[in-house]
């Protein structure tokens, strides 16, 4: 029992961090149609940008994580300005390959000015102490990753609902040239878009780099590759299918860790994208995802 | 090859591959190999890429099938006795030539990309991209944790070194006249046509899904040959070898060169091997200096894609192949009518 009990918490912190950066995809998606293969990286960015932050400005770890979400949101409302705003207008591919561009670009600039060797990030003692509590090991960085995973969602879905910008990014997901012809500016909504989504994955890093204490010029890749298994598993496009997906994919990916025999743990990436497979094989859509239908 | 040209072509290029065997030192041959080896990738991308107009980004993933098969294939029983002991029987006294072997590793690389290909080329083009990147790290998955058959982390080192360059280029001839008579095909047609518009491509009777599926997979064979080529090129294989990088560059060649053309293709596999060979050098000369640059080759490449979709989103050839730039321009180029209206918002 307490067993299962201490898996569920790991889920619970796994799928947090992915359903932050599922809907930041998500986000993107539901608007350009396009897979962010850069997103993972802003991952980096912001775990990155909370060492600099930690070790040598000496912030409290809040303001660190706030100053992750600023860089790593400005920085990609600049990637938008400079590489995706040329390209409105030719073909979705175009995007995709630009996405790529930009993760290798990220992913060598670090590696060519910070070096491939991964750096601890420490955060301080009294969030990343490890206790016993009812026969439970967690850390008050699990309580914080979970909370304040909740906390953003809570303030993203406000936002959505309620902010004009907001209301124009759900009227630009559902079809962009309407809303262009609305009077809105969708090249601004577009920017917000991006800053939104780089901000959130730029916070997901920092927990996911101070939970497993190291980041490294790749560490955002595979789970910003996994983030999108999680939107799939909500419906991309979808923000609510983005959050339940991520918490989906946490409790698969831990259960299936904790409960398949040992020698298959090593597997447990495979697993996940072989879940990707099945997915699209019998529900393309997810769970809350519409049926794309073909337009002329 | 039906005019006496293409025929003193092949001779004259047959007579230079047999000269560079012989007078070229070990690392010119080795990088006259590898421009080989990258041809046939671009070139086997370009199908997909350029094409069918998916996006595939399963290269690396389809070279790593094809590298491990070809080298359990080929490895000499007796080391595979001393290196991999847990190895099943048959596959243990299995020693098979070269030739068999690359099929073989062609063939299991194109089975692998049938099975992804059956969820996902029925669904929007982009699904497929990521599919084939979380291919990637299945196959990186397995090829760390299945000990018994691919030594995990330590991967497989002293391969026999099979890879001449008579048969790389050998072999590159047959990959691109494959591929360039399947793209002339009406299957080839299909293609384009799939790739220009999906839904009319549909009402003609074009059968969509089977297209790209055709070329996929075909596109999967040729990697898995490339992969197994690159394997007993350099003898050594780790699941560490077959990373994103690698998936990058080959679409950086068929990008750059120009997506929708063979001749691009070529062009850019020529081009994306030759440049950041000249780049290393430059990182390594740093290095003396204490501040090496690693990454710097990579930087350049990605900052020269960005630059292509923006400034010249068809590639330096833009569709168009060699013969028609000997002959007369092409009726309709791919990517002419981007930016259309039609498509403006999206």
Known sequence: ?296 | MRSLYGWLALGAGAALVVLAEYRLNDYYQRVLAVVAINVILAVSLSLTNGFSGDVSLGHAAFMAIGAYASALLTMPASMKLLALPDLPAWLARLELPFALALLAAGVLAALAAFVVGIPVLRLRGHYLSVATLGLMVIVQVVALNWQTVTRGARGLNGLPPLTTLLWAYGWMLVSVIVIWRLVRSPFGRAMLAVREDELAAACRGVRVVRTRMLAFVTGAFFAGTAGALWAHLITAIAPASFSFFITFNVVAMVVIGGAGSITGAILGGVLMTLLPEWLRGIETSLAGSGRPLYGLSQIVIALLMLLVMIFRPQGLLGGRELTDLLRRPPPVRPGENEGAVGRAPR
């Open chain 1, 1 to 296: 029992m307490t067993y299962l009990l201490q898996q569920t918490v790991n889920a619970l912190n796994l799928g947090s961090i992915y359903a932050l950066v599922a809907i930041g995809l998500t986000i993107v998606y539901g608007i350009l149609r396009l897979i962010n293969f850069a997103h993972g990286d802003m991952m980096t960015v912001g775990a990155y940008v909370a060492l600099a932050a930690l070790s040598a400005l000496v912030l409290p770890v809040w303001s660190a994580m706030l100053l992750a979400m600023i860089v790593a949101g400005a920085i990609g409302i600049v990637i938008e300005r400079l590489a995706y705003r040329p390209l409105r207008g030719s073909r979705e591919v175009a995007m995709l390959i630009t996405s790529l561009a930009i993760s290798s670009l990220i992913q060598n600039s670090a590696t060519m000015t910070l070096t491939a060797q991964p750096r601890p990030l420490r955060l301080p003692a009294e969030l990343a102490r490890r206790f016993e509590w009812a026969g439970l090991t967690i850390a008050p960085i699990d309580g914080l990753i979970l909370l304040l995973s909740i906390l953003l969602m809570v303030l993203l879905s406000l936002f959505v609902k309620y902010t004009t910008i907001g209301i124009a990014m759900r009227a630009c997901s559902e079809r962009v040239w309407t809303t262009h012809l609305m009077g809105v500016h969708v090249n601004r909504v577009i920017a917000v878009a991006f800053g939104v989504s780089a901000a959130l994955a730029g916070i997901a890093g920092v927990l996911w780099s101070g939970k497993f204490g190291l980041v490294d010029p790749f560490t955002g890749f595979v789970p910003g590759l996994k983030a999108f298994v999680a939107a799939v598993i909500g419906g991309v496009g979808s923000i609510p299918g983005a959050m339940v997906g991520g918490y989906l994919l946490g409790f698969a990916e831990v259960f299936f860790v904790a409960f398949a025999p040992p020698a298959l743990s090593g597997y447990r990436d495979a697993f996940v994208f072989v879940l990707l497979l099945a997915i699209l094989l019998v529900r393309p859509a997810g769970l809350f995802g519409l049926e794309e239908g073909r337009r002329a």
